[in-house]
């Protein structure tokens, strides 16, 4: 009786945090390392440090 090699490999993928830039494995706060990061960035966007650049409206009152 023939024995198959059944090992298992598990691939582990690690991406870097945006925010403090340590290299991690968790899913739960992907793409931070942390809820401290992800709550760090979250902050970020409350208080405008983020621009994503458009087109401006023109104002009605200068036509």
């Avoid at 991406?15 to 899913?27: A, F, N, Y």
């Avoid at 990061?37 to 621009?51: A, H, K, Q, R, T």
Wanted: hydrophobic content about 20%.
């Amino acid at each position: 009786m023939e024995q198959e090699n059944t090992t298992s490999s598990k691939v582990i993928k690690l991406h870097k945090c945006p925010i403090c830039g340590k290299l991690t494995d968790s899913r739960e706060y992907r793409p931070f390392c942390s809820k401290r990061c992800s709550d760090i960035d979250l902050g970020n966007w409350f208080n405008e440090s983020y621009v994503i650049e458009g087109k401006n409206k023109p104002d009605e009152e200068t036509e």
